[in-house]
Protein backbone atom coordinates (compact mmCIF):
# COMPACT_ATOMS: atom_id res chain seq x y z
CA UNK A 1 0.00 0.00 0.00
CA UNK A 2 1.11 3.37 -1.00
CA UNK A 3 -0.12 4.81 2.70
CA UNK A 4 1.85 4.57 5.77
CA UNK A 5 -0.50 3.61 8.71
CA UNK A 6 -0.19 6.70 11.27
CA UNK A 7 1.07 4.98 14.28
CA UNK A 8 -0.62 5.39 17.46
CA UNK A 9 1.32 5.83 20.47
CA UNK A 10 0.65 4.86 24.09
CA UNK A 11 2.97 7.10 26.17
CA UNK A 12 3.96 10.83 25.60
CA UNK A 13 7.43 11.95 26.83
CA UNK A 14 8.17 15.73 27.09
CA UNK A 15 11.50 17.80 28.13
CA UNK A 16 10.61 20.55 30.47
CA UNK A 17 13.15 23.48 29.64
CA UNK A 18 12.67 25.63 26.80
CA UNK A 19 10.01 22.70 25.64
CA UNK A 20 7.47 23.46 27.69
CA UNK A 21 8.70 25.83 30.70
CA UNK A 22 10.27 28.82 29.04
CA UNK A 23 13.88 29.27 30.32
CA UNK A 24 14.90 32.03 28.31
CA UNK A 25 11.93 34.26 29.76
CA UNK A 26 12.08 32.95 33.45
CA UNK A 27 16.08 33.42 34.05
CA UNK A 28 15.96 36.49 32.17
CA UNK A 29 13.15 38.04 34.40
CA UNK A 30 14.93 36.60 37.57
CA UNK A 31 18.50 37.68 36.44
CA UNK A 32 17.32 41.73 35.69
CA UNK A 33 15.59 41.71 39.15
CA UNK A 34 18.98 39.96 40.95
CA UNK A 35 21.44 42.40 38.97
CA UNK A 36 19.80 45.64 40.69
CA UNK A 37 19.33 43.59 43.93
CA UNK A 38 23.34 43.40 43.87
CA UNK A 39 23.93 46.57 42.80
CA UNK A 40 25.81 44.80 40.20
CA UNK A 41 25.93 47.86 37.60
CA UNK A 42 27.79 49.45 40.03
CA UNK A 43 30.53 47.20 40.19
CA UNK A 44 31.41 46.88 36.64
CA UNK A 45 28.42 45.21 35.01
CA UNK A 46 27.25 48.35 33.26
CA UNK A 47 24.58 46.52 30.59
CA UNK A 48 23.04 43.87 32.37
CA UNK A 49 22.02 42.39 28.63
CA UNK A 50 25.41 41.64 28.10
CA UNK A 51 26.17 40.34 31.19
CA UNK A 52 22.69 37.79 31.06
CA UNK A 53 24.04 36.29 27.70
CA UNK A 54 27.94 36.06 29.03
CA UNK A 55 26.08 34.25 31.86
CA UNK A 56 23.55 31.96 29.71
CA UNK A 57 27.11 30.93 27.67
CA UNK A 58 28.54 30.00 30.49
CA UNK A 59 25.30 28.30 31.77
CA UNK A 60 25.02 26.44 28.60
CA UNK A 61 28.54 25.10 29.04
CA UNK A 62 28.41 24.24 32.27
CA UNK A 63 25.21 22.00 31.90
CA UNK A 64 26.75 20.17 29.13
CA UNK A 65 29.59 19.64 31.04
CA UNK A 66 27.76 18.13 33.80
CA UNK A 67 25.48 16.33 31.28
CA UNK A 68 28.69 14.40 29.99
CA UNK A 69 29.47 13.73 33.98
CA UNK A 70 32.57 15.98 33.88
CA UNK A 71 31.39 18.12 36.76
CA UNK A 72 28.41 17.51 39.62
CA UNK A 73 25.67 19.15 40.57
CA UNK A 74 27.33 21.51 43.58
CA UNK A 75 30.15 22.97 40.98
CA UNK A 76 27.79 24.28 37.71
CA UNK A 77 26.07 25.73 40.85
CA UNK A 78 28.93 27.23 42.93
CA UNK A 79 30.65 28.09 39.20
CA UNK A 80 28.14 30.01 37.03
CA UNK A 81 27.99 33.20 38.07
CA UNK A 82 31.68 33.44 39.57
CA UNK A 83 32.42 32.47 35.97
CA UNK A 84 30.08 35.53 34.61
CA UNK A 85 31.36 37.83 36.81
CA UNK A 86 35.46 37.20 36.08
CA UNK A 87 34.15 37.83 32.50
CA UNK A 88 33.45 41.87 33.60
CA UNK A 89 36.89 41.74 35.99
CA UNK A 90 34.56 41.00 38.80
CA UNK A 91 35.80 38.62 41.37
CA UNK A 92 33.72 37.85 44.38
CA UNK A 93 33.24 34.45 44.86
CA UNK A 94 31.18 34.55 48.01
CA UNK A 95 28.26 37.40 45.89
CA UNK A 96 28.70 34.90 42.91
CA UNK A 97 27.29 31.66 45.67
CA UNK A 98 24.84 34.00 47.18
CA UNK A 99 23.09 35.25 43.22
CA UNK A 100 23.23 31.90 42.62
CA UNK A 101 20.91 30.67 45.51
CA UNK A 102 18.79 33.56 44.90
CA UNK A 103 18.56 32.77 41.29
CA UNK A 104 17.38 28.99 41.61
CA UNK A 105 14.66 30.64 44.21
CA UNK A 106 13.37 33.26 41.81
CA UNK A 107 13.64 32.01 38.61
CA UNK A 108 11.69 28.48 39.24
CA UNK A 109 8.92 31.04 40.80
CA UNK A 110 8.39 32.66 37.67
CA UNK A 111 5.57 31.09 35.20
CA UNK A 112 6.48 31.78 31.61
CA UNK A 113 5.53 28.96 29.27
CA UNK A 114 6.60 27.83 25.78
CA UNK A 115 3.57 29.37 23.10
CA UNK A 116 0.98 26.47 23.03
CA UNK A 117 1.78 24.46 26.04
CA UNK A 118 -1.28 24.69 28.03
CA UNK A 119 -3.58 24.58 24.92
CA UNK A 120 -1.55 21.14 24.00
CA UNK A 121 -1.73 19.58 27.20
CA UNK A 122 -4.88 20.16 27.79
CA UNK A 123 -5.59 18.13 24.59
CA UNK A 124 -3.58 15.28 25.67
CA UNK A 125 -4.34 14.66 28.80
CA UNK A 126 -7.48 12.88 28.31
CA UNK A 127 -5.89 10.77 25.15
CA UNK A 128 -2.36 9.55 27.59
CA UNK A 129 -0.46 9.54 29.78
CA UNK A 130 2.07 11.97 29.89
CA UNK A 131 5.17 11.99 31.54
CA UNK A 132 8.51 14.41 31.52
CA UNK A 133 12.26 13.28 31.12
CA UNK A 134 14.62 16.00 32.31
CA UNK A 135 18.40 16.44 33.19
CA UNK A 136 17.32 19.20 35.03
CA UNK A 137 17.57 18.95 39.28
CA UNK A 138 14.28 16.85 41.11
CA UNK A 139 13.80 19.75 43.52
CA UNK A 140 13.75 22.75 40.60
CA UNK A 141 11.75 20.72 38.65
CA UNK A 142 9.15 20.27 41.02
CA UNK A 143 9.16 23.97 42.12
CA UNK A 144 9.02 25.35 38.32
CA UNK A 145 5.61 22.31 37.86
CA UNK A 146 4.10 23.93 40.76
CA UNK A 147 4.67 27.52 39.90
CA UNK A 148 3.53 27.53 36.50
CA UNK A 149 0.65 25.11 37.58
CA UNK A 150 1.39 22.27 35.03
CA UNK A 151 2.64 20.04 37.53
CA UNK A 152 -1.33 17.93 37.09
CA UNK A 153 -0.78 17.27 33.95
CA UNK A 154 2.11 14.24 34.21
CA UNK A 155 1.68 11.22 35.53
CA UNK A 156 5.64 11.16 36.46
CA UNK A 157 8.61 12.72 36.20
CA UNK A 158 11.99 10.96 35.59
CA UNK A 159 14.78 13.42 36.93
CA UNK A 160 18.18 12.77 35.91
CA UNK A 161 18.85 12.45 40.06
CA UNK A 162 15.95 9.84 40.16
CA UNK A 163 17.02 7.91 37.47
CA UNK A 164 20.98 8.14 38.36
CA UNK A 165 21.48 9.02 34.44
CA UNK A 166 21.33 12.30 32.16
CA UNK A 167 20.15 12.19 28.40
CA UNK A 168 21.57 11.81 26.07
CA UNK A 169 22.49 7.92 27.98
CA UNK A 170 20.12 5.18 27.17
CA UNK A 171 19.87 4.65 30.85
CA UNK A 172 17.21 7.87 32.12
CA UNK A 173 15.44 6.50 28.80
CA UNK A 174 14.97 2.81 30.27
CA UNK A 175 14.46 4.19 33.62
CA UNK A 176 11.55 6.33 32.13
CA UNK A 177 9.80 2.77 30.64
CA UNK A 178 10.56 0.83 33.48
CA UNK A 179 9.21 3.52 35.53
CA UNK A 180 6.06 4.03 33.80
CA UNK A 181 5.68 0.72 32.37
CA UNK A 182 5.81 2.25 28.63
CA UNK A 183 7.05 0.44 25.60
CA UNK A 184 9.51 2.75 23.48
CA UNK A 185 8.15 1.15 19.98
CA UNK A 186 4.61 2.94 21.34
CA UNK A 187 5.97 5.64 23.11
CA UNK A 188 7.34 9.33 21.39
CA UNK A 189 10.00 12.02 23.16
CA UNK A 190 9.54 15.72 22.58
CA UNK A 191 12.05 18.42 23.22
CA UNK A 192 14.16 21.16 21.76
CA UNK A 193 17.43 19.56 22.09
CA UNK A 194 18.18 17.62 18.70
CA UNK A 195 20.99 15.12 20.39
CA UNK A 196 19.64 14.94 24.13
CA UNK A 197 16.26 14.44 23.38
CA UNK A 198 15.68 13.51 19.44
CA UNK A 199 18.53 11.12 18.12
CA UNK A 200 18.86 10.30 22.35
CA UNK A 201 15.44 8.88 22.56
CA UNK A 202 15.39 7.17 18.96
CA UNK A 203 18.08 5.43 20.07
CA UNK A 204 16.74 3.44 22.62
CA UNK A 205 13.54 2.47 19.60
CA UNK A 206 11.37 5.72 20.61
CA UNK A 207 9.89 8.11 17.88
CA UNK A 208 10.37 12.04 18.63
CA UNK A 209 9.81 15.31 17.82
CA UNK A 210 12.22 17.62 17.69
CA UNK A 211 10.59 21.11 18.84
CA UNK A 212 13.08 23.93 17.12
CA UNK A 213 11.56 27.19 17.19
CA UNK A 214 13.83 29.26 15.15
CA UNK A 215 16.41 26.75 14.99
CA UNK A 216 17.76 24.11 12.19
CA UNK A 217 15.79 21.57 11.23
CA UNK A 218 15.98 18.04 12.83
CA UNK A 219 16.66 16.02 9.35
CA UNK A 220 16.73 12.84 11.38
CA UNK A 221 14.03 13.26 14.39
CA UNK A 222 10.59 11.45 13.30
CA UNK A 223 8.57 14.82 13.28
CA UNK A 224 10.22 18.32 13.55
CA UNK A 225 7.98 21.36 14.41
CA UNK A 226 8.26 24.92 15.14
CA UNK A 227 4.84 25.98 17.27
CA UNK A 228 3.94 23.02 20.04
CA UNK A 229 0.34 23.13 18.06
CA UNK A 230 1.68 21.23 15.39
CA UNK A 231 1.65 18.37 18.02
CA UNK A 232 -1.75 17.97 17.53
CA UNK A 233 -1.74 17.23 14.14
CA UNK A 234 0.53 14.26 15.07
CA UNK A 235 -1.70 12.73 17.86
Not at 109 to 117: A, K, R
Request: with cysteine; charged share 25%; proline share 3%.
Amino acid sequence: SYFQKVKTYTHIFFDLDRTLWDYESNANEALNVLIEKYSLRNRGIEDPALFIKEYNKINDFLWMEYGHDRITKEELRSQRFHLAFLKFNLNDYSTAQLLSEDFTVLACQNTHLMPGTEKVLNYLKPKYPIHLITNGFEETQKIKLHHSRIGHYFKSMISSERAKSKKPSKEIFEFAFKDSGADPATSLMIGDHYELDALAAMKTGMDAVYYSPGKPDGDKATYTISHLEELLKIL
